[in-house]
């Protein structure tokens, strides 16, 4: 076949149409014959086999059945009444239930003649199953019928307007017979012949009309596998293009700013990972290709320090730097530690934030130009256009799932080369994910934590017990110890939420009564320099308790505070209990995690409680959380459109995607450019993908 021929516009196809080409085009996004042939099936109803009542499972699921209905009975209930009928066959009975059109059931039904019927099973006091499907068995075996049945992604406006998925399986059907099915393979024979892969024509053809779940599976495998292979060789290509052509400013002297401070500043001996990371970073700034890392740390490993040798690296080369954080309230702690961190050291740091006053931002801003202020820190506020660098070589993001990779990209225009950059994150993100949503970028793990540190005991408590919990709270406030209590926001119900806070607020107040104990309090709705206030003074333990929202999620650090209670635990995802938790266990005190939930909790809530209890490990828990939301979700809304795939899933088909990176960078290693004849038919695929966009809607 005419490769064009899939370029042709979806109206041309026979049973298209005008009016149903639009919809097709505004609903699914299916322009052109390729569109559809790529809108792979969310599911297959599976009618190859027959059930047995006595195998049914009371999990729901589509099944299909043969047997008898031996009587009718009209119930009437609250409104209206049910149609209930008795199926049975030779391992038991069950209901069928009609809730509407019983006339015409009542008139059509035949007792005591084989009948296959197809739905979806429910249990209460035994099986039924509601509006089953009927079809007399001798009609049923007659009928030449696809026995799986595909269910292709639809949309409400596409039903209600006719395209049903019957309508979309008949014209998927047309596409095949148009274009007689031949598909040119977009697979190396190599490839294909290693991995025993089917054909993209078998594949293509199976996905749409599998006869059978083997057939099935060999269609899915082959298409996740290719699907996979192509963004991990442009994740791949990326990097590579990246290290050879987008020059940035080496890094290549190591001088006093650095060596000085090393030897007779550093607060505390570096860990080994701290050590290592350092290196990796040296390597990669001393090299004339921009440098572009995520370092990746748990809650407390020491990111900070790390960070502060790679400023005063920049600053050794005559170059200028910016850490950016999320909020004012890490900004403004970021600020505070590396000023007192290099007291002694001849460099001028300043912070940047909204809140920031005219008269102060006219002098960074003299100050950034002519070159006399070294270190910029601050929040988005460093963004902004009218922010200019004379010469800036280093940026560093804090928490980097709060900026959109827009935001990063924005920070490369303030000079000839592209900073260095330098993305900090304690979202531990599992390996494998990392690699295909940031393919692109190298990654720095600090996998040990200082030394000295106790593992946080976590403990679930109902809030029952919550005079027990303050009691405790009380106990390690004698030891001069600090707390935090914590209380979701979550936006839709901001007003409540606010509510809950205050109530627990109060409560804590009645039963740590002033004087004896000073409460600081810091939620959403403050303004920016009471919230600073407030945290400044439980910093300097001025204060014994913190009862906030989550506003104090990511990076505070106050080594003296030793328990963290989370109120409502169970409506916190698992990655912001973690961070949550991390705030805690940063000194050398035993500290303590204790989250609180009433009685009920859904069985996922369980699940994130259980795996909090038991494990302190970040890795371990971005897994378990991986597995409960999807990748998307961990990203942050943000960037939860990154990896925008059409039929493999990053968590299941691990395995898969690990096959594909393996090829992806054996092939890539072996002939970078891709122009060995055996490989000419992935460069093709490749730019023919590049070329028709369909790639890069994977990557932002
Ligand atoms: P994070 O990676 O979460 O940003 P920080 O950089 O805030 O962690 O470090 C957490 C705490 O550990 C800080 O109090 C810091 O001073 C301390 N710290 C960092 N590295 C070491 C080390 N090698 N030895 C002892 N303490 C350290
Ligand atoms: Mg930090």
Not at 26 to 53: A, M, V
Request: aromatic share 8%; with cysteine; proline share 4%.
């Amino acid at each position: 076949m005419n490769p064009t021929i899939l370029q042709t516009p979806i109206d041309y196809l026979k049973g298209v149409g005008p009016a149903r080409a639009d919809l097709l085009r505004s609903e699914l996004g299916i322009h052109t014959y390729q569109d559809l042939i790529n809108l792979f099936p969310n599911r297959y109803i599976d009618k190859t086999r027959y059930y047995k009542i006595n195998e049914l499972q009371r999990t729901s699921a589509e099944v299909q059945m043969v047997g008898k209905i031996i009587h009718l009975k009209t119930v009437a209930q609250k409104r209206g009444k049910r149609l209930v009928a008795k199926f049975i066959d030779d391992t038991g009975e069950m209901e069928l239930v009609w809730f509407r059109g019983h006339k015409w059931i009542k008139e059509n039904i035949k007792l005591n003649t084989p009948y296959v019927i197809f739905g979806k099973t429910k249990y209460y006091n035994g099986f039924n199953m509601p509006h089953p499907e009927m079809e007399l068995l001798t009609e049923h075996e007659k009928n030449l019928r696809i026995s799986m049945q595909p269910v292709y992604p639809s949309t409400e406006k596409l039903t209600n307007k006719g395209i049903t998925n019957r309508v979309i399986n008949k014209i998927m059907q047309q596409l095949f017979i148009e274009t007689k099915a031949r598909f040119y393979d977009t697979l190396s024979q190599e490839i294909l012949g290693e991995l025993k892969l089917i054909s993209k024509s078998e594949a293509m053809f199976n996905i749409h009309f599998p006869k059978n779940q083997e057939v099935l599976a060999k269609a899915q495998y082959r298409l996740k596998f290719e699907e996979l292979f192509y963004i991990q060789l442009q994740l791949i290509t990326k990097k590579l293009v990246r290290k050879r052509k987008i020059k940035g400013y080496p890094f290549t002297h190591v001088g006093d700013h650095f060596n000085d401070f090393y030897s007779n500043h550093l607060p505390f001996e570096l860990t080994g990972a701290q050590k290592r990371v350092i290196k990796e970073i040296r390597k990669d700034m001393g090299s004339s290709a921009q440098m572009n890392r995520l370092l990746q740390g748990d809650v407390g490993s020491g990111k900070t320090i790390v960070a502060l040798l790679t400023i005063l690296l920049a600053m050794d080369n005559n170059f200028q730097a910016c850490l950016m954080a999320p909020t004012a309230i890490l900004a403004n702690q970021h600020y505070q530690g590396i000023t007192e961190l290099t007291k002694d050291l001849p460099i001028n740091v300043r912070l940047l934030m909204g809140s920031t006053k005219a008269k102060e931002r006219r002098e960074i801003a003299a100050a950034l130009e002519d070159g006399s202020l070294h270190l910029l820190v601050g929040t988005h506020a460093i963004l902004e256009d009218k922010v200019q660098f004379k010469n800036l070589g280093l940026a560093i993001i804090d928490e980097q799932h709060r900026f959109g990779v827009a935001q990063r990209a924005k920070l490369w225009h303030k000079n000839t080369y592209p900073p260095h950059i330098l993305v900090m994150t304690a979202t531990p993100i599992p390996r494998t994910l990392a690699m295909s949503l940031y393919g692109d970028l190298d990654i720095s793990i600090i996998d040990e934590l200082p030394p000295g540190r106790k593992a946080i005991k976590t403990v679930h408590r109902y809030d029952s017990n919550r005079l027990k919990v303050f009691k405790f709270i009380q106990e390690e406030i004698e030891k001069g110890r600090q707390a935090y209590i914590v209380y979701p926001l979550i936006q839709e119900s901001e007003a409540m939420d606010y509510k809950d806070l205050m109530d627990g607020y109060d409560s804590v107040v009645r039963y740590f009564p002033m004087p004896k104990y000073q409460i600081s309090i810091v939620h959403g709705k403050m303004k920016p320099a009471d919230k600073d206030y407030e945290m400044d003074r439980f910093v300097r333990g001025e204060t014994q308790i913190m009862v906030a929202t989550t506003v104090i999620e990511v990076g505070v650090n106050v080594p003296n505070a030793s328990v963290m209670i989370i109120e409502s635990a169970e409506r916190f995802g698992l990655s912001q209990l973690h961070q949550l938790r991390g705030r805690v266990g940063r000194g050398a005190d035993q500290s303590f995690c204790i989250l609180m939930t009433g009685y009920k909790l859904s069985s996922d809530s369980k699940v994130r409680i259980e795996t909090m209890t038991q494990t302190n490990d970040g890795f371990d828990i971005a897994e378990v959380d991986l597995k409960l939301r999807g990748p998307g979700d961990i990203m942050g809304t943000q960037q939860s459109g990154v990896l925008n795939l059409k039929i493999a899933d990053i968590v299941r088909d691990n395995d898969i995607l690990k096959t594909a990176r393996y090829y992806a960078l054996k092939i890539l290693k072996e002939d970078p450019a891709l122009s060995l004849e055996k490989n000419k038919i992935i460069l093709y695929t490749y730019q023919q993908l590049a070329k028709h966009k369909n790639i890069w809607n994977y990557i932002s």
